[in-house]
C-alpha cells in the first residue's frame, strides 16, 4: 500500500470515528440507536487501533483499543470486550510488557477439580 494510500486510510477512519462520536456526545437517539453508535464507535476504534499498531505506533494502538473497550462495554457487548482485552494483552506480549510466568514449567500444576458442579 502506498504511503498517500496509507495516510488517506488514517485520516479517512479519524473522520468516521469524529462523525460517531459527535453522534453519541451531541444529538438525540433511542437506546437502541445510541448501542448501535456504540457498537459503530467501538468498532472503529479497533480497526483504527489495529491500523496504529501495524504502522508501529503502538502507544496509539493501546489508546484506541481503550476508546473501543469503553464503547464496547456501554453498548454491553461483553464478546466486543474480550476480544479488545485481548488486543491490550498481545501488545503488552508483542512490547515485552508481559507478565512474567507465574510458575516454572518443571513446577506441575494443581490437579483438575473432579467435584461435579451443583445442579441449579
Do not use: K
Request: glycine letters at 8%; one cysteine or more; aromatic letters at 8%.
Amino acid at each position: 500500500m502506498a504511503t498517500t494510500d496509507r495516510q488517506h486510510t488514517a485520516q479517512l477512519l479519524d473522520s468516521y470515528d469524529d462523525t460517531v462520536v459527535g453522534l453519541l456526545d451531541g444529538a438525540a437517539y433511542t437506546e437502541q440507536v445510541g448501542v448501535r453508535l456504540q457498537l459503530l464507535a467501538s468498532a472503529l476504534a479497533q480497526t483504527t487501533g489495529w491500523y496504529q499498531f501495524d504502522n508501529q505506533h503502538h502507544t496509539a494502538a493501546a489508546h484506541y483499543w481503550n476508546a473501543a473497550l469503553h464503547a464496547a462495554h456501554h453498548a454491553g457487548d461483553t464478546d466486543r470486550g474480550a476480544g479488545i482485552l485481548s488486543h491490550l494483552a498481545y501488545r503488552s506480549m508483542w512490547l515485552g510488557q508481559g507478565a512474567p510466568p507465574s510458575r516454572s514449567s518443571t513446577t506441575p500444576w494443581p490437579a483438575p477439580r473432579t467435584r461435579r458442579p451443583a445442579p441449579c
